[in-house]
């Protein structure tokens, strides 16, 4: 977040910015009062310091699937550190497929967090979530592709690309 702002800004507040950061703690959670002084100037002035788009990120995965048959292409879940469901995710379609559908379904899923974040312990069970499904016209045999919207409960947002092989 702190380069990010000093880019967006051009450098203006860069010297400010950068001896704070050898005093913050992994992942910025403990930043010291020169860099907070800077940014809440900034909220005050009106400008956007990291903008919603900024974090949007795009994640493409292949699938192999045959033809007729339901595959499991996404599933998602917001979790609280104690496994339980933090609230519902906005995930829609937004393009696709071009061969086949593809079905939204609130169910079990398995979550997937990195060994750093303290949710990993729940990668080991099945929580709720929601899925999606895909299914091929039956005999068509080539590439589909699947585009889902994917805004977080606790505020994150991505998409997801499924390019998927139809044998």
Known sequence: MIDLAASVIGGLFAAAIKPSMENSLVGGTDLNCGVTSVISGLALLGLTVCPASAYTQTYTHQKTALSGQEIYVFGGASLNADCSSAGKDDVRVVSGPSHGNVKLVHGKVHAV???????????????????????????????????????????????????????
């Open 113 to 167: 967090y990195a060994k750093s974040n303290e949710r990993s312990k729940c990668n080991a069970r099945m929580v709720n979530g929601i899925k999606a499904l895909y299914r091929s016209k039956s005999g068509f045999k080539g590439w589909d592709q699947v585009t889902i919207s994917v805004h977080t409960y606790l505020g994150n947002a991505f998409t997801y690309v499924a390019n998927i092989k139809v044998e």
